[in-house]
């Protein structure tokens, strides 16, 4: 009984807290960018949108990128910045347009000290 009562308050601080994460904007509707306008800067990153609505104050598009990636983001209407992005890959799973390159290539660096022999280079 108490195992379930513990149970059951677990799964509604999960829910709240999973409800608590929900991105919201709160720009005025007269500082708002027109639709046309987030349309034409997903085209310009090479995304071709298929949809825009209105969600919890926020534009919400999808689109598909150049690779054929789906994707979800939130703007907030008045920048145009993105508050949230969701990128659905395909069976390749090329992310190099969303992350940074972790290791560019070239030479790998050389520790400079004593070496075994306690001489410097």
């Known amino acids: 009984m108490v195992l379930n009562r513990m149970c059951m308050a677990l ?3 999960a829910v709240s807290g999973a409800a608590s994460a929900e991105v919201y904007c709160s720009d005025p509707i007269a500082d708002w960018q ?8 997903a085209e310009r990153r090479g995304w071709t949108v298929q949809r825009i609505k209105i969600d919890d104050g926020c534009y919400e598009l999808r689109a598909v990128d150049r690779k ?12 145009l910045r993105i508050r949230t992005l ?14 940074p390159d972790l290791a560019p290539p070239g030479p790998r ?13």
Not at 34 to 41: D, F, I, T
Not at 91 to 99: C, E, P, Q, T, V
């Open 11 to 13: 799964a509604a601080l």
């Open 34 to 41: 027109p639709r046309e306008q987030l349309q034409h800067e």
């Open 68 to 79: 054929g990636n789906k994707i979800k983001a939130k703007f907030a209407p008045a920048s």
């Open 86 to 99: 969701a990128v659905e890959f395909d069976a390749a799973g090329d992310a190099s347009d969303y992350l």
């Open 109 to 121: 660096r050389q520790r400079l000290g004593p070496n075994a022999h306690g001489e410097i280079k």
